[in-house]
């Protein structure tokens, strides 16, 4: 495997481990009720766009080019807006387990999109491997308990959304796979997360200013922390390393991945237990992950 391959595989897999971390933790943060879905997802692109415009002060200068300052929002809208607002919205209509399974579709659609716009050739190995892993994922995601839906949950609407998130991710790992490799990551978040600061901030300002700053706890300030540093300052400068890197079938791959290390996590606190069928869930979502990732990446895609 070429050095900058592995080095791409590697960020997602860091990546991997913080988004599987960041459920059990946003859970953490909003059982209190003084902080909403809403008012999360706002402090992830707000928290974010300001520790990308400090990042910026110590890494070279990048100047865009006009011609991209509107793909750049493009990007914004289905990397980051359409993505998270959607599904964190939806995940509030909807139960976690209809969320999880909804995200197993992700690489599928990715494989599709990649197929017919970046001609990225669906070989059997790859299609075998996508289908290995959304079936190990279901199983583990299905596989447990998980809590009834509340007598207020809307599971269409919220399935739909959830779908619809899935969706920009695809197509933003595609359509804005070369955007992405022009720039730097630091100068690339900078710019998207500022964007959608600006064409979020005004629908939920009323409901981020009214939460009780003053009375709440540690714990939840520990958990916005790392929903804002690490589940999304960090995780997002992975991201755009390893789209530079790898094909965009590759890294959606990883999307398999947070529901494995979400039940470990479960596993290690002692929420759950290890059975044989989520050893078998795990062994198909790392064989699905392998097949689909062993293939070298074009020259175009390597380490410049």
Same mark, same amino acid.
């Given at each position: 495997?070429?050095?900058?391959?592995?080095?791409?595989?590697?960020?997602?897999?860091?990546?991997?481990?913080?988004?599987?971390?960041?459920?059990?933790?946003? !859970?953490?943060?909003?059982?209190?009720?003084?902080?909403?879905?809403?008012?999360?997802?706002?402090?992830? /692109?707000?928290?974010?766009?300001?520790?990308?415009? *400090?990042?910026?002060?110590?890494?070279?200068?990048? !100047?865009?080019?006009?011609?991209?300052? *509107?793909?750049?929002?493009?990007?914004?809208?289905?990397?980051?807006?359409?993505?998270?607002?959607?599904?964190?919205?939806?995940?509030?209509?909807?139960?976690?387990?209809?969320?999880?399974?909804?995200?197993?579709?992700?690489?599928?659609?990715?494989?599709?999109?990649?197929?017919?716009?970046?001609?990225?050739?669906?070989?059997?190995?790859?299609?075998?491997?996508?289908?290995?892993?959304?079936?190990?994922?279901?199983?583990?995601?299905?596989?447990? @308990?998980?809590?009834?839906?509340?007598?207020?949950?809307?599971?269409?609407?919220?399935?739909?959304?959830? /779908?619809?998130?899935?969706?920009?991710?695809?197509?933003?790992?595609?359509?804005?796979?070369? *955007?992405?490799?022009?720039?730097?990551?630091?100068?690339?978040?900078?710019?998207?997360?500022?964007?959608?600061?600006?064409?979020?901030?005004?629908?939920?300002?009323?409901?981020?200013?009214?939460?009780?700053?003053?009375?709440?706890?540690?714990?939840?300030?520990?958990?916005?922390?790392?929903?804002?540093?690490?589940?999304?300052?960090?995780?997002?400068?992975?991201?755009?390393?390893?789209?530079?890197? *790898? !094909?965009?079938?590759?890294?959606? $791959?990883?999307?398999?991945?947070?529901?494995?290390?979400? @039940?470990?996590?479960?596993?290690?606190?002692?929420?759950?237990?290890?059975?044989?069928? !989520?050893?078998? @869930?795990?062994?198909?979502?790392?064989?699905?992950?392998?097949?689909?990732?062993?293939?070298?990446?074009?020259?175009? $895609?390597?380490?410049?």
């Amino acid at each position: 495997m070429e050095p900058g391959t592995l080095k791409g595989h590697a960020a997602m897999g860091a990546a991997a481990v913080i988004w599987g971390l960041m459920s059990p933790v946003s !859970k953490l943060v909003m059982q209190g009720g003084e902080v909403s879905s809403a008012s999360l997802a706002t402090f992830r /692109l707000l928290g974010a766009a300001v520790l990308f415009w *400090l990042a910026s002060c110590f890494v070279p200068r990048e !100047k865009i080019d006009p011609r991209d300052r *509107l793909n750049l929002f493009y990007a914004s809208l289905f990397g980051i807006i359409f993505n998270q607002m959607a599904f964190t919205v939806g995940v509030g209509f909807t139960s976690p387990a209809d969320a999880a399974i909804i995200t197993t579709i992700t690489p599928i659609l990715t494989m599709i999109l990649a197929a017919f716009v970046l001609r990225e050739m669906i070989t059997g190995r790859k299609a075998a491997g996508v289908c290995a892993s959304a079936v190990g994922a279901v199983l583990l995601i299905t596989g447990g @308990s998980h809590t009834p839906a509340a007598p207020r949950d809307n599971n269409l609407l919220g399935d739909i959304l959830c /779908l619809a998130s899935q969706c920009s991710v695809a197509v933003y790992f595609v359509f804005f796979k070369r *955007l992405i490799g022009k720039y730097s990551p630091v100068t690339l978040m900078k710019w998207m997360f500022t964007y959608a600061v600006c064409a979020c901030l005004p629908f939920t300002f009323r409901e981020v200013s009214s939460v009780p700053y003053s009375s709440l706890p540690l714990q939840t300030w520990t958990g916005i922390a790392y929903v804002v540093v690490l589940a999304t300052f960090v995780s997002y400068i992975c991201l755009s390393f390893a789209q530079q890197r *790898l !094909k965009p079938t590759a890294v959606s $791959m990883y999307n398999y991945c947070q529901p494995v290390i979400a @039940s470990s996590v479960a596993v290690l606190w002692g929420m759950d237990q290890f059975g044989w069928l !989520k050893t078998l @869930s795990v062994l198909l979502v790392f064989t699905g992950v392998f097949l689909v990732t062993r293939g070298k990446a074009p020259a175009a $895609m390597q380490e410049q």
